[in-house]
């Protein structure tokens, strides 16, 4: 599964996520059951399991996407506001839409990236960082003087993104031109935009060569030191997972098998079965 590598653990005790009983159904399928998850402010989760285990369904459920059957899903906000990401009963569930999700300081990349194609890389990451400025349509049509004061803010802060992530030197390129890798960060410094305190990635080093993925372990590390950005990763990379997680949840068949520090878990022999049952399975 990889060696893990000594981090400073963040300091325990502040609760940014918690996930409690979450169960979500498609017909006669079950993609989560039961699940529990907690996330504290400041570290790195990574969530991991075999194909099918829920990862993904989990994400959807975060960020509004999905609304589970039962359980509660709640984020406590940066200025420590709990806000309810999924609740009510069982007769009638609500789920905050995707907008209020992140606009409650919650940003996600995907699994598959979606990039506006056809625009420049700044122009990505600016559309992104506009959704933080409250300029009104009529002040922006005006061009009143804080409309413009707001526009070269998000240039700066598309800039520093651009910076943050190495590619200031892309700005002007159309994102359909730019590299798999360079795409992931590009979607990451996106997402960043949005001035979030917790950060969802969904498999960002997939498609990635081995220096892209080195890159990227730095930068999840730098993100959450530097930007104090608290991150819940699902990754199928286990160097990378056991590089950069303080700690690891392990679903397969949407249930939580293991959770604990990494070297913890990758020793937890339900995940070396779950692992190794399902290589046996496709050979």
């Given at each position: 599964?990889?060696?893990?590598?000594?981090?400073?653990?963040?300091?325990a005790?502040e609760?940014?996520l918690t996930?409690?009983?979450?169960t979500l159904r498609f017909?006669g399928?079950?993609?989560?059951?039961e699940?529990?998850?907690?996330?504290?402010?400041?570290?790195i989760?990574a969530v991991i399991?075999?194909?099918g285990a829920?990862?993904?369904s989990?994400?959807?459920?975060?960020?509004g996407?999905y609304?589970?059957?039962?359980?509660?899903?709640e984020?406590i906000?940066?200025?420590?506001t709990?806000?309810?990401?999924v609740?009510?009963?069982?007769?009638?569930?609500?789920s905050?839409?995707?907008?209020a999700?992140?606009?409650?300081?919650?940003?996600?990349t995907?699994?598959?990236?979606?990039?506006?194609?056809a625009?420049?890389?700044?122009?990505?990451?600016?559309i992104?960082?506009?959704?933080?400025?409250?300029t009104g349509?009529?002040?922006?049509?005006?061009?009143?003087?804080?409309?413009?004061?707001n526009e070269r803010n998000?240039d700066?802060?598309?800039?520093e993104?651009?910076?943050?992530?190495?590619?200031?030197?892309?700005a002007?390129?159309?994102?359909?031109?730019?590299?798999?890798?360079v795409?992931?960060?590009?979607?990451?410094?996106?997402?960043?935009?949005t001035?979030?305190?917790?950060?969802l990635?969904?498999?960002?080093?997939?498609?990635?060569n081995?220096?892209?993925?080195?890159?990227?372990e730095?930068?999840?590390?730098?993100?959450?030191s530097e930007l104090?950005?608290?991150?819940?990763?699902?990754?199928?990379?286990?160097?990378?997972?056991?590089?950069v997680?303080?700690?690891?949840?392990?679903?397969?068949?949407?249930?939580?098998i293991?959770?604990?520090?990494?070297?913890?878990?990758q020793?937890?022999?339900?995940v070396?079965?779950a692992?190794l049952?399902?290589?046996?399975?496709?050979?």
């Open positions: 599964m990889g060696t893990p590598v000594t981090r400073t653990p963040p300091k005790g609760v940014l996930v409690r009983q979450v017909g399928l079950t993609s989560l059951s699940v529990d998850l907690h996330l504290d402010r400041g570290e989760l399991g075999p194909n829920g990862k993904t989990l994400f959807n459920c975060l960020t996407v609304t589970p059957q039962e359980g509660t899903i984020f906000t940066a200025d420590r709990p806000v309810q990401l609740s009510g009963t069982a007769r009638r569930r609500r905050r839409k995707p907008h999700v992140n606009h409650a300081g919650i940003a996600r995907f699994q598959n990236i979606r990039l506006f194609a625009l420049s890389a700044f122009d990505n990451v600016k992104a960082a506009e959704t933080r400025q409250r349509p009529i002040g922006a049509m005006l061009r009143l003087p804080h409309a413009r004061a998000s700066r802060r598309t800039e993104l651009l910076d943050f992530v190495g590619l200031r030197a892309v002007d390129e159309l994102a359909s031109s730019l590299s798999y890798g795409q992931r960060r590009l979607e990451i410094a996106r997402a960043l935009a001035d979030p305190a917790l950060l990635l969904d498999e960002p080093a997939a498609g990635t081995p220096t892209e993925k080195r890159e990227l730095g930068l999840i590390r730098r993100i959450n104090d950005v608290t991150v819940l990763l699902i990754e199928h990379d286990m160097k990378l997972v056991m590089s997680a303080d700690r690891v949840t392990v679903l397969n068949f949407g249930k939580v293991a959770e604990g520090r990494p070297e913890e878990v020793r937890n022999p339900a070396i079965e692992y049952g399902s290589a046996e399975e496709e050979s």
